[in-house]
């Protein structure tokens, strides 16, 4: 008997254990069936697999342990196929091609996974549809196109993910078959064409869901749900639609409801008040972030106990930090940053020993940091950035022994930086920068950071001092110290940093060469600011291996020729330094390596020669700056090949000819500053046609002649117009009142562009702005101009121009110009800056420039104005200089107005029109002919006596009554 048992329980054993681990490889020891191996082998050939994923896929071997298939482990039958790319998404280990119909050859089939794959545009196969035993299909960012309605046969559905651009459906009929469903992942799905009722179609057709996403889908109006019978939903996630509207008090009567979020919906008001109180308890989860939702926080929120996640980010709450908050006990990431809250940091937060991510950057807190903030001890990302926070650090941050993110820039902190920082032993980003932080930072104060990858400290005044053989514990990834005090040299610690992806040392005063070893370690660098400091001598060539690099070496005292560059790089300033030499070598050497720099500062340095015709390579530039040298010749016609270039900036060189034809083809221009060169001929007609998107167009200083065509108008968008100190004539197109960026209210930044963390480019130009050049660089996009100066213009000035109500500088100066100023200049109520002087304008200076509130620079000098000085707080700060060389009286001037003179009307008076009865003029004309008149006919009629008595009495009743009449309006 204890030998059967014995026997027994050993075959037990071997059974359980050989099914143990069929079951823990997922594929049994029975083969697979031949038809489905010929089936994945069919599958496989109409594949593309450019990182062979598939490579085991071959021979007559068993299928069941190809890579990706599982199979059961009684039948042999294929059920799964996991050909989902998760092993890096920005690499080749995508499958691409075509999805062979042999896939319905896996009859048995319950779970596939194509996500994550490039399948070139093509839609969802139809045929997937008849794999009745799917339970599980996830093809999100694979596919494009409709979705076919065939997949709601898939009546055993449980879990359908379709997430990803390109994908669309035209209504949700499709679903009425998938009542099984728990979980539908539809997020980017565009759903923009669905009717209304989306929402209660979704709750009727799916009754068992569990999990519902629909994130990002264009959705713009969220339905009413009178009935809620979702009593399975415990995930809710509708973010990044736009409803725009109050949110719906549904959204919080769900009973099983544990996440939910709406964020980026366009919700507005406050937050609604639960219409089943009872119900709020089951909420873990509650992100609202990034709406328009403002005061009061409902009770029943700030009363949850068991919430573990509230984000209100990015909302309109005002006041202090609500003082409800302190009951929920179990909270582990709370979000309030980017909101208005004034207050400082409430003593109780320190009380919550769960919390794990605290953020509440962006606001306007204030006051110190407590020590009592030490008690955080399960704090991992604390965020205390965009502040007005003062004071010192206190000792006690060194207790937060599980921080792991430290943010507290732009705030007003100062004193030294506490070495207990040192002691952070799982830190891996700590941001402190823009702060008032100054005295020395040494080796103490990374002793422990052993997992530090991120230190961004710039705008501080600190001093390191490290020995020459440190070696620091950490290996950065990111390093920002900007304007602190680094010594002459650059750090020799820095070449330990082998995985540095990010590196700014802008500022910081150290000179000398840079040594070998800095391109080095600089084959990964994504991001390279060495700008702002000493460093001379030649510099061969750039080598980055990145592929997207931005290299960052202006105001400096390089020189030599210009290096070459690798093909990575994407932005380049070698600005405000001393190279000298040709271009040719930089721009058409290797010709045959494409090169993908979009951004190009070579300005303010010795650069000589012509530009080289030779800008077919360089098709992804954007922005060309080679302003302030001594560049000479015409500008290349291969300019033209640069067909996204929004940014040209040549001013200041000796450039000669005409503008090239070819570069009418740049219709992307944004900026275009050709100032100060030798420049001729007309100005092209096609300018209005092909630079539609124009906001500035500075030509100034050159030789351009002819008239100003009116196609220039249509470049509507122009904010900045600068055509001075040419050889124009003719009139000043009256059209110049349509350009719609001066003449609205609210102009936009458009010049600062952002990849990332990175500011890309920031554009810039110089404009003459009350009598001297100024540079305008961050608020160029609020600068509206227009100098049509030192030329040969002539004709009035157009009224049109009071159109244009953004306008800060309007200068007309030195021209031609004749007839008087615009009646209504008044209405240039941003005007700064005006300056008509030496032309030849006539008459009185008008009343409504009084309403110029904001002029401070006036020169109507050298002109022919004359008349009394409209009197105005603005005017009389003025100088005499504005008016001098006219036939004005009246203060600033010294010289007075007589008595007599007739005042200059004002604005009422122009406003009630001409009044014969009142004019002075009318009743001594009106006597003078009334007596040459009566003259000429008594002299005719003395002849004949008869008629004369007659006619006499006729004239002596007419007097009368006209004597009644002057004495009673004189």
């Not at 050909?83 to 042999?102: D, Q, T, W």
């Amino acid at each position: 008997m204890g030998r059967i048992m014995g026997a027994t329980l050993l075959l037990w054993f071997l059974i359980t254990a050989t099914t143990s681990i069929s079951l823990c490889n997922g594929n049994p020891g029975v083969a697979c069936k031949e038809s489905e191996r010929l089936a994945l082998l069919m599958l496989k050939q109409d594949f593309t697999d450019p990182s062979n994923r598939l490579l085991s896929w071959a021979g007559e071997g068993d299928c069941c342990h190809w890579t990706g298939v599982v199979c059961d482990n009684v039948t042999g039958h294929i059920r799964e196929l996991h050909l989902g790319n998760y092993s890096n998404l920005n690499s080749f280990s995508y499958l691409g091609g075509k999805i062979n119909p042999s896939l319905l050859n896996l009859t048995q089939l319950t779970y596939l996974d194509l996500s994550n794959n490039f399948f070139q545009g093509m839609q969802i196969p139809s045929f997937f549809g008849s794999l009745n035993s799917l339970t599980h299909l996830d093809l999100s960012r694979s596919f494009e196109g409709m979705v076919p309605p065939q997949l709601g046969n898939l009546s055993n559905l449980r879990d359908l993910r379709l997430s990803g651009y390109g994908l669309k459906a035209e209504n949700l009929q499709w679903i009425s078959g998938l009542s099984q469903l728990e979980h539908l992942d539809a997020s980017f799905l565009d759903l923009s064409k669905v009717s209304d009722d989306w929402l209660p179609v979704i709750q009727m057709r799916l009754p068992s869901l569990v999990e519902l996403h629909m994130s990002a889908c264009s959705l713009h109006y969220i339905p009413h749900l009178t009935i809620i019978n979702f009593t399975s939903l415990a995930i809710l996630d509708l973010s990044f639609n736009s409803f725009n509207s109050f949110m719906p008090k549904w959204v919080f009567s769900f009973r099983n409801l544990v996440s939910l979020s709406l964020r980026d919906c366009g919700f507005q008001g406050p937050i609604p008040s639960s219409r089943s109180p009872h119900n709020i308890t089951s909420f873990r989860e509650i992100d609202l972030s990034i709406n328009h939702l403002r005061d009061p926080i409902p009770k029943w929120l700030l009363n949850n106990k068991d919430l573990t996640v509230l984000d209100l980010g990015y909302n309109s709450y005002t006041g202090p930090i609500p003082g409800g908050i302190v009951n929920m006990t179990s909270l582990k990431d709370l979000h309030l940053e980017s909101n208005s809250f004034i207050s400082t940091i409430p003593e109780w937060l320190s009380s919550f020993n769960n919390l794990e991510s605290l953020d509440i950057s962006s606001n306007h807190l204030h006051g110190e940091i407590l020590s009592s903030i030490g008690n955080l001890t399960s704090i991992v990302h604390l965020g205390l950035g965009f502040n007005q926070f003062e004071g010192t650090i206190p000792n006690s941050l060194g207790n937060l022994s599980s921080l792991e993110s430290l943010q507290i820039s732009y705030n007003s902190f100062h004193g030294t930086l506490p070495e207990t920082i040192g002691q952070l032993k799982r830190l891996t980003a700590l941001d402190i920068s823009f702060n008032s932080f100054e005295g020395v930072v040494s080796e103490v104060h990374f002793t422990h950071l052993t997992s530090l990858k991120s230190f961004r400290a710039h705008g501080n005044s600190l001093t390191l001092k490290t020995s020459r053989d440190w070696l620091p514990p950490f290996q950065l990834q990111s390093l920002y110290l900007d304007s602190w005090h680094l010594g002459l040299e650059l750090p020799s610690w820095l070449r330990t940093q082998t995985q540095l992806l990010e590196l700014s040392l802008s500022g910081t005063g150290i000179s000398g060469t840079i040594p070998n070893w800095c391109w080095n370690f600089s084959s990964a660098l994504v991001f390279l600011d060495l700008s702002n400091n000493q460093l001379h001598g030649e510099i061969q060539y750039i080598n980055v291996g990145a592929p997207f690099s931005i290299i960052d070496l202006s105001s400096n005292q390089f020189n030599g020729s210009l290096p070459l560059v690798s093909s990575t790089i994407e932005l380049l300033d070698l600005s405000n330094s001393s190279f000298s030499g040709s271009l040719f070598h930089f721009f058409c050497d290797r010709m045959d390596i494409p090169k993908k720099l979009y951004f190009l500062h070579l300005g303010n340095n010795h650069l000589s020669g012509e530009i080289p015709d030779c800008w077919m390579n360089w098709l992804n530039l954007q922005a060309i700056t080679l302003g302030n040298n001594n560049l000479t010749g015409k500008i290349p016609s291969s300019i033209g090949h640069l067909h996204i270039l929004e940014s040209l900036h040549l001013r200041n060189n000796h450039l000669s000819g005409d503008l090239p034809q070819s570069l009418q083809n740049c219709t992307q221009l944004l900026v275009v500053d050709l100032g100060k060169n030798k420049l001729s001929g007309g100005l092209p007609i096609w300018m209005g046609k092909s630079f539609p998107n124009l906001v500035v167009l500075s030509l100034r200083s050159n030789m351009f002649q002819g008239v100003i065509s009116d196609q220039l108008c249509n470049i509507s968008r122009l904010q900045i117009l600068d055509l001075a100190d040419n050889v124009l004539s003719g009139t000043i197109p009256r059209c110049f009142g349509n350009f719609s960026g001066i003449a609205n209210s609210s102009m936009s930044d458009a010049f600062a562009t952002y990849v990332g963390n990175y500011r890309l480019y920031r554009d810039n130009t110089f404009l003459v702005q009350k009598g001297r050049e100024v540079e305008f660089g961050k608020i160029l996009g609020i600068v509206a101009s227009i100098d049509l100066s030192n030329n040969n213009l002539s004709g009035d000035i157009p009224e049109e121009l009071t159109n244009l109500l953004s306008l800060q500088t309007l200068n007309l100066s030195a021209n031609l110009l004749t007839g008087g100023i615009p009646s209504m200049i008044g209405r240039l109520r941003q005007l700064e800056s005006l300056d008509l002087s030496t032309n030849q304008l006539s008459g009185e200076i008008p009343p409504s420039i009084t309403n110029l509130t904001f002029l401070s620079h006036l020169n109507l000098s050298h002109n022919s104005l004359t008349g009394q000085i409209p009197q105005s707080t603005q005017l009389l700060s003025l100088d005499e200089s504005s008016f001098v060389g006219n036939e004005l009286c009246g203060p600033p001037l010294s010289k007075n107005c007589s008595a007599n003179k007739a005042m200059p009307p004002t604005l009422d008076q122009q406003d009630k029109g001409y009044d014969l009865l009142e004019d002075e003029w009318f009743y001594l004309s009106l006597g003078l002919g009334f007596m040459v008149g009566f003259w000429c006919i008594l002299g005719s009629l003395l002849v004949n006596m008869p008629w004369s008595f007659a006619f006499s009495r006729f004239l002596s009743s007419i007097v009368l009554k006209l004597y009644a009449v002057i004495v009673k309006y004189v």
